[in-house]
């Protein structure tokens, strides 16, 4: 599927479509979808808009934005009636006054109320005019049946409106209202969970959560290939836009844009223009982006954490020392970046959540501010000589067999933890790490990790991963006595339901190449692309 630029997200289309479909038949499922920003939500919500119908369902999209009460009570009435309207099949044109006059024979007790709250609004005499809004969908349904599903797009902005007890008054209402669906967009997930936790945490009309992840390796790399077209490209580059980009589909345009250029540039040439030059997109971008700590006490504690997780500093009790800061100190500066969605903490590492933010800090930033001579072409040089390092640096370990890597990264652990799908995992100190082959049929290559309290048996698989694969591995593993055994097995491929549940029997964890990949992250190394 690729259309207008959206493509690989048709299981969150399915969840917001089985949810607005599930109104009519009485069952009501608010929504609250929630990812880092670039990475597609409002795409999701837009492809939804534009392929959805349905006569007895009233879509309305809001971008939730800061503005004055009247003029957020006039935009939601509009689009109300707009959305109304357009089933009817009249002609219809974008004029409040004229929605208005078109839906009285409609909707004659809906008017009515709008007319009340647009002259009360006028008048600043309301008070409950967020709430009196939305009862607005309750009127329409009692009038003509229909129902009703409002969404909000980067919601937490209707904090800036100035309506009063927001959200106890929408928490109120969320219970009651049966025959409309809400669902809220937001960039910002911290502060989504701690809104929908403690202002909008409810018994009945609570909101399922899905998160809007970048996209796999795989994803990725079909969706540059469908934006390349029938543009030929090294498939080691196109590897590296995978992994630099990090799947945000925003990023992964951008780039396949540019190299669809006449001019043909090399990618070097693109990451610079884009990232390096004062007038680069990114360049602006992440520019505009750390002003928003500029505000703050503690901004340069703020932007020297940033500094130094880009450089790999990522652990918490290094950039303690580094900074020479107690861990209640480092903690409150943490919090900060975490509640802002800069940051995600994971077990005892942080990670940056946009990996070229990441890259534009150390490469560009920091050395700007660290440049003696102001010398703007030594800069653009020492910044290409890093793209250029990178790139080959990804080539060369794209090269190595996954057990060569795996043996590098487990040499680097230091008995750290990190959560892997909500599980706290110690990356245990071995002492010794070397590969094995094991003797199944299709199960040949494996490591072994060896620690002072802990074995760790690890077997790698390109293809699917099958349920006869995990019988041979556990009996493999049968022939170590250790009693503290973590049993893992790695598939490049798909894993089978059948193999799924054989592994939980034998107690072994299965992991396939985007687990793995969260591993190379946290140690700053190239992504393996299957």
């Known amino acids: 599927m690729m259309n207008d ?5 048709d299981q969150y289309l399915e969840i917001i479509e089985k949810r607005v479909l599930g109104l009519k038949d009485g069952y009501r499922q608010n929504i609250a979808i929630t990812g880092d920003e670039l990475v597609g939500k409002t795409a999701i919500i837009y492809k939804f808009l534009n392929k959805f119908w349905d006569n007895r369902i009233i879509l309305l999209y809001l971008e939730a934005r800061p503005e004055s009460v009247n003029a957020f009570a006039r935009r939601f009435v509009g689009v109300l009636l707009y959305n109304f309207l357009s089933a009817s099949g009249d002609p219809i044109k974008e004029d409040l006054d004229f929605l208005v006059s078109k839906s009285r024979k409609y909707i004659p007790k809906t008017v009515e109320k709008i007319e ?70 937001s960039s910002f997930k911290f502060k989504t969970q701690s809104i929908l936790s403690k202002n909008l945490s409810l018994l009945f009309g609570n909101f399922e959560v899905v998160n809007v992840d970048p996209f796999d390796t ?108 107690t861990q209640k100190e480092l903690n409150l500066n943490i919090n900060r970046l975490l509640e802002v969605d800069t940051v ?9 959540n946009d990996r070229i933010f990441g890259f534009w800090l150390k490469f560009v930033y920091q050395e700007k501010l660290q440049s003696l001579t102001f010398d703007a072409q030594n800069q653009k040089k020492k910044f290409r000589d890093n793209i250029e390092e990178m790139i080959e640096e990804f080539l060369l370990a794209a090269q190595k067999p996954v057990s060569t890597r795996l043996t590098e990264i487990m040499r680097l652990f230091e008995d750290e933890t990190f959560l892997l799908e909500r599980k706290r995992i110690r990356l245990n100190h071995f002492r010794e790490v070397k590969q094995l082959e094991f003797n199944g049929r299709n199960l040949k290559d494996g490591l072994i990790g060896r620690s002072n309290d802990s074995l760790w048996i690890m077997a790698i698989k390109r293809e699917m991963l099958t349920e006869e694969d995990v019988t041979d591995f556990a009996k493999e593993c049968k022939k170590y006595r250790h009693k503290m055994q973590r049993k893992i ?14 592994a939980l029997e034998e107690k072994i964890w299965t992991w396939d190449v985007n687990n793995l990949n969260q591993i190379l992250d946290l140690f700053y190394k190239p992504r393996v692309i299957a």
């Open 116 to 185: 009340y709250i647009l002259s009360a609004v006028e008048k600043r005499k309301k008070v409950n005019i967020f709430t009196d809004l939305l009862l607005l969908c309750d009127s329409i349904h009692q009038e003509t049946g229909k129902f009703s599903v409002v969404i909000f797009d980067e919601f937490h902005n209707l904090e800036n409106i100035g309506f009063n007890n927001l959200y106890k008054e929408w928490s109120k209402l969320l219970i009651t209202q049966k025959s409309t669906l809400h669902i809220i967009v």
């Open 218 to 325: 795989k994803a990725a790399e079909e969706f540059l290939n469908l934006n390349l077209n029938e543009l030929v490209l090294d498939k080691g580059l196109k590897n590296f836009i995978v992994n630099f980009t990090g799947g945000y589909p925003f990023y992964l345009k951008l780039v396949s844009d540019a190299l669809l250029k006449p001019d043909k540039e090399h990618l070097a040439d693109i990451l610079e223009n884009l990232i390096f030059d004062a007038s680069g997109v990114l360049n602006q971008r992440f520019s505009n982006y750390l002003k928003r700590f500029s505000d703050s006490s503690r901004a340069n504690d703020l932007i020297s954490i940033l500094y130094l997780i880009s450089n790999g500093r990522n652990k918490t009790k290094d950039i303690a020392h580094v900074l020479k800061k």
């Open 344 to 352: 995600t903490k994971s077990g005892d590492f942080l990670k940056i």
């Open 489 to 502: 097995i790695i598939t490049l491929s798909d894993i089978d339901t059948n193999a799924r549940l054989r």
């Open 5 to 9: 630029n959206f493509y690989g997200r």
